[in-house]
């Protein structure tokens, strides 16, 4: 899905926003058994030319940019040399350059970092973020809409992308990396997003509001960065293994990831919980038998149906003992360790 797992590093973990449960309700529906339609602005796009664009890339990031095929991408972390995570991103392959997409809100960190390991390379940054725009599509539907919106888009996989004419406009349409739901991404200058946003809306998208998109990000268990994921997080602790590659070659803070690796563990795991009982207090400490095993960093109660009680989903961490199917607690509450995604939550019952 296009809900991404980046977000501006806050202290604070709040439920979902309060929003009509009404149209909360239409527009999670829409994502779920639809097409939702919503904004992404707050992305950031940095173009890297130069000769040196794919080697000195490939020696920043936790994921493999050497072998990175011309209209494909990857999901990565940027770590710092003692294996902390300063940000995730995606990079894509454009063949003259290649482009890193992340949230505004981790914009300049990495581009400061970018900054500092350009020495001698012949490497060029460029911030696109006024340049390009986007919107994305997310729901079984999507596909479809898309084909009558007039897009072929039949044979992307995740995470590629296709550059298309459309109506005299030129729009990069990218296949979202998310195992749960059909996504895409269509990224066009700022002049052109509402002729696209209306094309996409007749076609029978629904547009969906932020207080939707995270209950979405909540079921399908996607981190976010900032708020799931933290500098002081280990990458294999996020259970985001598709942002790291074993056999790529050195990159800052390699060594940190394979002493992990090579000790076959962490102690911790990222992991879903159902939620019993009154509700958590977001970011709070998760007990068993007596001692701290874990915490809470998301939180979110779906809407329900008339005449059915809502539920709540939390994200977090647990001690990888913990098995699948075990009970912790938070104060009055009880959390039923769980994997992700949340598939009760993403059937349309």
Same mark, same amino acid.
């Given at each position: 899905? #296009? ?6 590093? #806050?202290?604070? &973990?709040?439920?979902? %926003? ?66 902390? &995570? ?23 960190? &990495? ?11 012949? !490497? ?7 340049? /390009?725009?986007?919107?994305? =599509? ?6 479809? =809409? ?7 888009? +039949?044979?992307?996989?995740? %995470? ?10 030129? =729009? ?6 998310? @195992? +749960? ?17 209306? *094309?996409?809306?007749? *076609? ?16 399908? $268990? ?13 990458? @294999?602790?996020?259970? @985001? ?5 074993? #056999?790529? $070659?050195?990159? /800052?803070?390699?060594? /940190? ?38 915490? =809470? ?9 008339? $005449? ?5 989903? *939390? ?6 003992? &913990?098995?699948?199917?075990?009970? !912790?607690? +938070? $104060?009055?509450? @009880?959390?039923? !360790? ?12």
């Amino acid at each position: 899905m #296009s809900v991404h797992n980046s977000t501006g590093a #806050s202290e604070q &973990i709040e439920a979902t %926003p309060r929003v009509d449960s009404g149209t909360l309700l239409g527009e999670f529906e829409a994502l779920r058994s639809g097409c939702g339609l919503f904004d992404l602005s707050s992305r950031a796009r940095i173009a890297l030319s130069g000769s040196d664009r794919v080697r000195w890339l490939n020696g920043m990031v936790t994921n493999n940019i050497r072998d990175l095929q011309v209209g494909h991408g990857v999901y990565a972390f940027l770590l710092n040399p003692q294996g902390h &995570i300063l940000g995730d991103l995606y990079a894509y392959n454009r063949g003259e350059s290649l482009l890193v997409d992340t949230d505004h809100s981790q914009l300049q960190r &990495i581009l400061a970092t970018f900054d500092h390991y350009i020495i001698m390379d012949d !490497v060029e940054v460029a911030n696109l973020s006024g340049e /390009i725009t986007g919107i994305g =599509i997310t729901g079984p539907t999507a596909g479809a =809409i898309l084909r009558a919106s007039g897009f072929d888009v +039949s044979d992307l996989q995740a %995470p590629q992308f296709a550059d298309l004419a459309w109506k005299n406009i030129g =729009i990069t349409v990218v296949r979202s990396h998310n @195992q +749960s739901v059909e996504s895409y991404e269509l990224w066009v200058a700022p002049a052109n997003l509402d002729l696209l946003r209306e *094309a996409l809306v007749r *076609a029978g998208a629904r547009p969906v509001g932020a207080a939707a998109l995270e209950l979405f990000r909540v079921a399908c $268990g996607i981190p976010r960065y900032g708020q799931d994921i933290r500098e002081r997080d280990l990458p @294999q602790e996020t259970g @985001q293994q598709r942002a790291l590659h074993f #056999s790529k $070659g050195c990159y /800052i803070g390699q060594e /940190i990831v394979e002493r992990i690796r090579s000790r076959g563990s962490v102690h911790r795991k990222f992991t879903g919980f159902a939620v019993q009982g009154p509700a958590p207090v977001a970011g709070a400490k998760l007990q068993a038998d007596g001692r701290d095993v874990g915490e =809470i960093t998301s939180l979110a109660s779906f809407p329900a149906k008339s $005449g059915q009680a809502p539920s709540w989903r *939390a994200l977090g961490y647990v001690r990888r003992e &913990i098995a699948a199917g075990k009970t !912790v607690t +938070s $104060g009055e509450s @009880q959390l039923i !360790v769980t994997d992700l995604p949340f598939g009760d939550i993403l059937v349309n019952r």
